[in-house]
């Protein structure tokens, strides 16, 4: 949902990093524990960045981070940033080698092809296999490039060879009308990458249909410069539905779980959906994620798994409005979904690793 803050008070903090398997979810070969390359510890409400205060930024100021671990364990981090304009904004790359405790600014991706800025909903990925020209640890930055007075939308992905350093435009996904989250308008939101087979998969929010007020789309590409035709994944009967958000992991037993919210028709809850095909959830059956004390998450999921907790692990789901995480150990069996405190605000982002 658009302007689902995962922030707080200006001010853009990490909460408790949880443990879990693999640098990156969503790649083809069933999860597996990898060597721990960082030291990882336990701490809640460690700021990775302010705003510096009376200097002209927009409210929210910052908001939607996104953060992930690469294979040499250090962490990177990224988000919305509503710094004064001119110049054009960025999205600011921090880096943390100590498992999270300490963060330092190492680059920015900027806007090279459209003089807009990239304003919206940005999205890392590492690359676990050579994608065209682009090796295996490629790290991908896509994002939403969208000008100050919010008339367009556009997808565009950007890479980094050197750890996040610098940044290279490589192509448009898909383009869209005014940036505003309106039955009837065309935008298109909230892009998230995974690997599977040989393709890098692109999965975002789209409102170009004219059959549906929003609906969950991907495409496909080889080679990170063409992408394929744009395939459904949740497109309601309901035209009011707003399913978005997209998040996706894989599971031991080799099925993949997409999770999203259902704005419009069900308060932007989280619902959930399982398949070994992570090409095809048009066909998988759509499920309500509802805790063991009957919680049901709302707006902004994110997922991730988990060795920890038996024999299949655990599935963490988090949420942007609540504080609670929600945990499944069976595989995603809808009935076994438990929720946990954390001494957080809100649990909007769980952070995988090793």
Same mark, same amino acid.
């Given at each position: 949902? &658009?302007? +689902?803050? #995962?922030?707080?008070?200006?001010?853009?903090?990490?909460?408790?990093? #949880?443990?879990? $398997?693999?640098? *990156?979810?969503?790649? +083809?070969?069933?999860?597996?524990?990898?060597?721990?390359?960082?030291?990882?510890?336990?701490?809640?409400?460690?700021?990775?960045?302010?705003?510096?205060?009376?200097?002209?930024?927009?409210?929210?100021?910052?908001?939607?981070?996104?953060?992930?671990?690469?294979?040499?364990?250090?962490?990177?981090?990224?988000?919305?940033?509503?710094?004064?304009?001119?110049?054009?904004? =960025? @999205?600011?790359?921090?880096?943390?080698?100590?498992?999270?405790?300490?963060?330092? +600014?190492?680059?920015?991706?900027?806007?090279?092809? *459209?003089?807009?800025?990239?304003?919206?909903?940005?999205?890392?990925?590492?690359?676990?296999?050579?994608?065209?020209?682009?090796?295996? !640890?490629?790290?991908?930055?896509?994002?939403?490039?969208?000008?100050?007075?919010?008339?367009?939308?556009?997808?565009?992905?950007?890479?980094?060879?050197?750890?996040?350093?610098?940044?290279?435009?490589?192509?448009?996904?898909?383009?869209?009308?005014?940036?505003?989250?309106?039955?009837?308008?065309?935008?298109?939101?909230? $892009?998230?990458?995974?690997?599977?087979?040989?393709?890098?998969?692109?999965? =975002?929010?789209? +409102?170009?249909?004219?059959?549906?007020?929003?609906?969950?789309?991907?495409?496909?590409?080889?080679? #990170?410069?063409?992408?394929?035709?744009?395939?459904?994944?949740?497109?309601?009967?309901?035209?009011?539905?707003?399913?978005?958000?997209?998040?996706?992991?894989?599971?031991?037993?080799?099925?993949?779980?997409?999770? =999203?919210?259902?704005? !419009?028709?069900?308060?932007?809850?989280?619902?959930? &959906?399982?398949?070994?095909?992570? #090409?095809?959830?048009?066909?998988?059956?759509?499920?309500?994620?509802?805790?063991?004390?009957?919680?049901?998450?709302?707006?902004?999921?994110?997922?991730?798994?988990?060795?920890?907790? !038996?024999?299949?692990?655990?599935?963490?789901?988090?949420?942007?409005?609540?504080?609670?995480?929600?945990?499944?150990? *069976?595989?995603?069996?809808?009935?076994?979904?438990?929720? @946990?405190?954390?001494?957080?605000?809100?649990? &909007?982002?769980?952070?995988?690793?090793?």
């Amino acid at each position: 949902m &658009r302007l +689902q803050s #995962l922030l707080w008070g200006g001010l853009l903090g990490l909460s408790t990093v #949880l443990a879990a $398997p693999t640098a *990156n979810s969503g790649v +083809q070969e069933p999860p597996s524990q990898v060597k721990r390359a960082v030291p990882t510890s336990t701490f809640s409400n460690n700021v990775i960045f302010s705003p510096p205060s009376n200097a002209g930024w927009t409210d929210p100021r910052v908001l939607y981070a996104r953060a992930i671990q690469l294979s040499d364990g250090s962490l990177l981090s990224t988000w919305e940033n509503y710094s004064p304009e001119p110049p054009l904004v =960025y @999205f600011p790359i921090y880096r943390s080698t100590d498992g999270g405790v300490k963060w330092t +600014q190492i680059g920015k991706v900027q806007d090279t092809v *459209n003089n807009w800025g990239l304003r919206y909903q940005p999205d890392l990925y590492e690359l676990p296999r050579a994608i065209g020209k682009w090796p295996k !640890g490629t790290i991908l930055a896509t994002g939403n490039s969208i000008p100050t007075d919010l008339s367009k939308t556009k997808i565009d992905v950007y890479a980094s060879t050197d750890g996040g350093k610098t940044w290279t435009f490589t192509s448009s996904i898909a383009s869209g009308g005014e940036a505003r989250p309106n039955n009837g308008l065309t935008p298109v939101w909230e $892009p998230h990458m995974m690997v599977y087979k040989e393709k890098l998969v692109c999965y =975002y929010a789209d +409102q170009r249909d004219p059959k549906h007020g929003q609906k969950l789309s991907h495409q496909t590409t080889t080679d #990170l410069v063409s992408w394929s035709a744009l395939v459904n994944d949740v497109a309601d009967s309901n035209y009011n539905a707003r399913p978005g958000m997209p998040g996706i992991t894989l599971l031991p037993n080799g099925q993949y779980i997409f999770v =999203y919210e259902t704005c !419009g028709t069900d308060g932007c809850r989280v619902h959930y &959906r399982l398949s070994a095909d992570p #090409l095809n959830f048009a066909a998988a059956k759509d499920i309500a994620l509802v805790s063991n004390k009957g919680t049901r998450p709302v707006s902004s999921p994110t997922v991730v798994w988990s060795s920890v907790g !038996g024999a299949n692990g655990s599935i963490i789901v988090s949420a942007g409005s609540q504080s609670q995480i929600f945990v499944n150990k *069976n595989l995603g069996a809808e009935n076994s979904w438990v929720e @946990f405190a954390t001494p957080q605000p809100n649990a &909007r982002l769980s952070i995988h690793t090793p």
